[in-house]
């Protein structure tokens, strides 16, 4: 497969972000009620990390939807690549819970939940099953690659971007009647239609003529609607009593503001060249583990925030606590996957390629 190292980058950093933003979960809500400086601060580092999710779709796209698809194959790597890697992190979240929660007793409130039923039922059915959400709304989306490929095909490039405009339409609307109460999609696996236009988008966008914008345009357009996220949400935080809607609404994946900034990045990184080859071995050797990384960091995220509490009053130290933490997660995380790789080699003679790993085409398409 032609190595993408810019893309490569742009993946270690949205997992890295993914990270940000839970370290930071706890510190803005535990804040938002006095809105101080601690809140600030917190709200910074979750604004700038808002495009991780979006990214990820956007990178999706980019690569899945180039090249048809054998479907017997496609098919199976995706099971074995996504599906039972999902049920599988999915029962072993349920059993660190109610060991962490007590053990035992822990068990037995699991039990009483439903068991492994309860948590298929929550993850898939329903919009719960903590940060793996993610997984049935993407695994969803590479369910209907082939279909979306087969749609292109027929109808041409430009009808094909303008399907995705239609679709990120249909979810940036979706979010701001969910966030003034009415929610339009409750599955987890049903909301990668609201998805749509990312995944749609970020195969086509690239093609048109808004890559001839300059690097300097798109950066300039993230920082700005990154600026807007921060300073938005930290309006509505303050008028959350007489504002109609949801004061976390700008922080959703597909909120306009949200979507400007992933959009922007996305772009900026399309047209960056990676030529230092200190980075290209460090993007080179994280991609991989990209999956397992987000799977396993929620884990090591509440050990390491207790390891922090213990040692020194976080709360003071924000500002430079959420990177820090943030960092040695994100190292713990990949050096747990890199080790999970080498016990897997002693097993697995040859490694089998990925899912999502299809062979790359260059033919830009400037027509829109």
């Not at 939807?65 to 039972?84: A, Q």
């Not at 390491?304 to 959420?322: G, K």
Request: with cysteine; hydrophobic share 55%; net charge positive.
């Amino acid at each position: 497969m032609e190595r993408k190292d810019n893309l490569d980058l742009l993946r270690c950093l949205s997992i890295l972000m993914v990270i940000v933003i839970h370290v930071s979960a706890t510190h803005l809500l535990g804040n938002a009620a006095k809105m101080n400086t601690n809140f600030d601060i917190a709200n910074f580092y979750d604004s700038i990390s808002r495009t991780a999710v979006p990214l990820f779709v956007l990178l999706s796209g980019y690569f899945t939807l180039r090249k048809s698809k054998n479907l017997k194959m496609y098919f199976k790597k995706l099971t074995l690549g996504l599906i039972i890697p999902t049920l599988v992190w999915m029962v072993l979240y349920e059993v660190f819970e109610f060991l962490d929660a007590g053990g035992w007793n822990g068990f037995i409130q699991f039990v009483k939940d439903g068991g492994l039923w309860g948590s298929f039922d929550n993850l898939f059915l329903n919009n719960l099953g903590r940060h793996l959400w993610f997984m049935p709304m993407f695994i969803g989306l590479q369910i209907l690659a082939p279909l979306l490929i087969f749609i292109r095909k027929q109808i041409g490039e430009v009808a094909f971007f303008i399907l995705g405009l239609f679709f990120l339409a249909v979810g940036l609307l979706e979010a701001f009647f969910a966030f003034r109460g009415t929610d339009m999609i409750i599955a987890n696996v049903f909301s990668c239609v609201l998805y749509l236009g990312y995944f749609i988008l970020g195969y086509s966008l690239p093609k048109t003529i808004l890559s001839r914008l300059k690097k300097v345009i798109w950066f300039a357009f993230f920082a700005l609607s990154t600026a807007a996220i921060y300073f938005l949400t930290n309006w509505a935080m303050e008028n959350r009593a007489d504002i109609s809607f949801k004061p976390l609404y700008f922080y959703d994946y597909l909120s306009i503001v949200v979507v400007i900034a992933a959009f922007s990045l996305f772009m900026l990184f399309t047209k960056i060249q990676i030529r230092n080859t200190g980075l290209q071995k460090i993007s080179r050797s994280i991609t991989p583990h990209i999956f397992f990384i987000y799977f396993v960091h929620l884990i090591i995220l509440r050990y390491v925030t207790r390891f922090f509490a213990e040692i020194m009053p976080v709360e003071d130290h924000l500002s430079w606590a959420i990177p820090l933490m943030s960092i040695i997660i994100f190292i713990l995380s990949y050096l747990i996957s890199l080790l999970f790789s080498t016990l897997k080699s002693l097993f697995v003679k040859k490694k089998q390629p990925g899912p999502l790993d299809f062979k790359m085409t260059n033919s830009p398409i400037e027509k829109v």
